[in-house]
């Protein structure tokens, strides 16, 4: 079967319902029983061809036997409009036409993954996941290897079976919703496809369904080489004959292109393709591993990628990577890479996730394609935090289907470890395909005319001499107003990841600091509708909407405004950890530098670096101004309540049975204590539930003590009976 559009056959005037109710003219007539089974009888049979083929990749019957199946049906449902119902194969395209998507909250956020360019790197990340766990070398780690997709992620919401929403990644935690677009796509199913009790029984899964209750679905929609090309010739025949139409640069781009469409016919028109691959939210039911996470899909009637396998052993991803850097080149869509996961279910949980990316898996990303151009000239970039950054303008070249003009080149020592000049000929590639990088000098092309590149003396946005510390590879400008500085602080404090303020762009930022009207980022709150009206491209709606998100922003959580800050060394992650060790800006500030290094995941070079920005006047003078306007961040950790568990550090592995782990750690931190994830010598306990696997091992090998749960909760209410009142 093609794809033989499922989507382009549905009614084009029909709007998709919220639910079964269709509305039907008084005058239509009346189907009969046997009409009403034929319609049944047609859907089940469509939906079992799409099963086939979408998640089994085995049709049992040819296209024009399903095209017939599509036809009857449809002409059913016209003659008879009481029948038609939301989830009906023909009902996939509605006429809605959206002017913009709303926002889509993840009840799980949808976590990047870290990348891996080598079999060193993957060597590497498997040694820190053994050190997270205690485990030595004996230990058996299982893997599972997939092909990493070159799409765009996407989350599917199905309650009972049925699929209610979806969206994008977004920023991780709120993406945007494109539901009637995903509706369109033939490999979703709108409904699940149960699972028989008698195999659910056989697997030994409790389930308390044959479909969960709820569960979010995430996966990557493609577009296939054929379709690609297929909609760039037509749009290339558009352009010659009318002057219109758009060639996307790569079938990336079209996929993403396709699923942001207003009106979703269009989408539905651009043959889009799904491989979904893990899970978010789920009440219901439960996975033993990722294989079995793919199995279920398969199941389900969702569409898997068939390329995977299991790996008993690092040796063997390994082997799985280099088998597939040459045999993508016969698949029938882009891959970028592998991603190795560990399999099962119990191991990811212990060893958890840091900031936004998961400890259990990477992407094995294969080396980029790479092309010639020539640098043109040499420009020099100053960062939020004063850092001077060289950056090559080059002579415009598509590297992997995105025209390239620029650059990095880090600073002065790689300028001198390439030995790259203005005017040279060089490789260029996009790292991990995102961001452009010069490999090395075509040096056989040298001409003699080309120019040694030097690192200024003196800031070329303030003119203040630069500094280059010892033993660091950056020059800086220290002149904590540079307008260069500013502009690039404002930019990262507005931005989604800080305190995500709505509607201000690089434009808008660029045209606040010349023109005077932000000197820090604590100017922000002051701003008023007359000063914002006069900028460019500024009508009375986007200021009001710029200036409601500013004031929206002055609760965002305190681990936000740590890192909006922009204070060197300080990522998002560690403004988490700072904001859950100390709960107020204020005992942030007040905090000295042993204090600070003496917080978990917080070094000396880290504690130093928060404690010059603190005492630096510019940065006393902005803080003052933001508490002054109102600004008062939340905390997302409750404060310690007590202090029985001061000084103590807890580890929790295995299954609880009288409360969950998150409860158990809460408690700990509830009383002064801190709760880890991985066994250290600075572990005071490891509190064992059924099952706990290396952890405990761990613990044992370092003589770190390990209670029971009953025990951890005997000690607990032994310290609260014997706590001063």
């Known amino acids: 079967m093609s794809t033989a559009e499922v989507a382009n056959s549905a009614l084009p005037a029909q709007t998709v319902a919220e639910s079964t109710d269709i509305a039907v003219p008084e005058y239509a007539p009346r189907a009969t029983s046997s009409e009403q089974e034929r319609v049944e009888e047609l859907r089940a049979q469509i939906n079992r061809a799409?099963?086939?083929?979408?998640?089994?990749?085995?049709?049992?019957i040819s296209d024009a036997a399903y095209d017939n199946l599509l036809k009857e049906l449809r002409e059913l449902e016209e003659h008879f409009p009481e029948l038609v119902t939301a989830d009906s194969p023909t009902q996939r395209v509605g006429s809605d036409v959206v002017t913009t998507f709303s926002e889509l909250r993840h009840r799980i956020p949808m976590l990047s993954l870290d990348n891996a360019f080598s079999t060193g790197d993957l060597t590497a990340w498997e040694e820190k996941l053994r050190r997270t766990i205690g485990a030595d070398a004996q230990f058996a780690v299982e893997y599972i290897c997939e092909l990493k997709i070159d799409g765009l992620s996407v989350s599917l919401t199905y309650e009972n079976g049925r699929f209610v929403k979806g969206g994008t990644r977004g920023n991780g935690e709120v993406g945007e919703?494109?539901?009637?677009?995903?509706?369109?796509?033939?490999?979703?199913?709108?409904?699940l496809r149960p699972i028989e009790e008698a195999n659910i029984a056989e697997s030994g899964s409790a389930k308390s369904a044959t479909v969960p209750a709820l569960i979010e679905i995430r996966g990557e929609v493609f577009m296939s080489h054929r379709e690609f090309q297929r909609i760039n010739e037509e749009s290339e025949e558009k352009t010659e004959e009318k002057g219109g139409g758009r060639t996307f640069a790569n079938p990336r781009n079209a996929a993403a292109g396709s699923l942001r469409q207003k009106d979703p016919s269009i989408t539905a028109t651009r043959r889009l393709d799904v491989f979904l691959y893990a899970v978010g939210a789920c009440e219901g039911w439960e996975f033993d591993s990722q294989y079995d996470l793919l199995r279920t899909y398969r199941e389900w009637g969702l569409r898997t990628n068939p390329n995977i396998q299991v790996c008993a052993n690092i040796a063997e991803v390994v082997a799985f990577c280099s088998e597939w850097e040459t045999k993508k080149e016969s698949l029938p869509y882009d891959i970028d890479g592998v991603v190795i996961k560990v399999n099962p279910f119990l191991l990811q949980r212990e060893l958890g996730q840091v900031s936004r990316s998961p400890r259990w898996a990477i992407a094995y990303k294969y080396p980029a394609l790479q092309v010639r151009t020539r640098v043109e000239r040499i420009d020099i970039q100053v960062g939020r935090t004063g850092a001077l950054t060289p950056v090559a303008i080059l002579t415009p070249v598509a590297v992997a289907g995105v025209m390239v003009g620029r650059a990095t080149l880090h600073n002065q020592d790689e300028i001198a470890r390439k030995d790259v000049r203005v005017g040279d000929t060089v490789v260029v590639q996009r790292a991990g395909e995102v961001i452009p990088e010069i490999v090395e000098v075509v040096v056989s092309e040298r001409t003699g005319t080309e120019e040694v590149f030097v690192m200024p003396t003196k800031c070329p946005s303030c003119g203040t001499a630069v500094t280059k510390p010892e033993g660091e590879a950056v020059t800086r400008c220290p002149n904590p107003i540079c307008p260069a500085?500013?502009?690039?602080?404002l930019g990262h404090f507005v931005s989604r990841g800080a305190m995500d303020i709505e509607g201000i762009g690089d434009r808008h930022v660029e045209q606040l600091t010349q023109t005077g009207l932000v000197v820090d980022p604590a100017d922000l709150y002051t701003l008023t509708l007359e000063q914002l009206l006069p900028l460019e491209r500024m009508g009375e709606k986007l200021a009001t909407k710029i200036l409601d998100s500013i004031a929206g922003s002055k609760t965002r959580p305190l681990a936000r405004l740590i890192f909006a800050l922009g204070i060197r060394h300080i990522g998002e992650h560690s403004s988490e950890v700072l904001a859950a060790h100390f709960g107020t800006l204020e005992k942030l500030q007040a905090a000295t530098v042993e204090e600070l290094a003496a917080v978990f995941e917080i070094g000396r070079t880290t504690a130093e670096s928060i404690g010059a920005y603190f005492a630096g006047p510019t940065a006393q003078a902005m803080l003052a101004k933001l508490k002054a306007a109102g600004v008062e961040p939340t905390s997302n950790?409750?404060?310690?309540?007590?202090?029985?568990?001061?000084?103590?550090?807890?580890?929790?592995?295995?299954?609880?049975?009288?409360?969950?782990?998150?409860?158990?750690?809460?408690?700990?931190?509830?009383?002064?204590?801190?709760a880890s994830g991985s066994v250290s010598k600075?572990?005071?306990?490891?509190?064992?539930?059924?099952?706990a696997g290396s952890k405990l091992a761990r613990a044992q090998e370092l003589k770190v003590p390990a209670l029971t749960e009953d025990e951890f909760l005997e000690m607990v209410a032994e310290l609260r009976e014997n706590a001063p009142t």
């Open 177 to 191: 919703d494109i539901t009637l677009n995903l509706r369109t796509i033939a490999a979703l199913p709108m409904n």
């Open 50 to 60: 799409n099963y086939l083929y979408h998640a089994l990749d085995a049709p049992e």
């Open 682 to 691: 600075q572990t005071s306990y490891v509190v064992a539930g059924d099952k």
């Open 485 to 489: 500085k500013v502009e690039q602080r």
């Open 637 to 674: 950790t409750a404060a310690a309540l007590s202090d029985e568990l001061k000084g103590k550090t807890f580890v929790f592995t295995g299954t609880l049975t009288r409360m969950t782990r998150e409860d158990a750690e809460a408690l700990v931190k509830h009383m002064g204590g801190r």
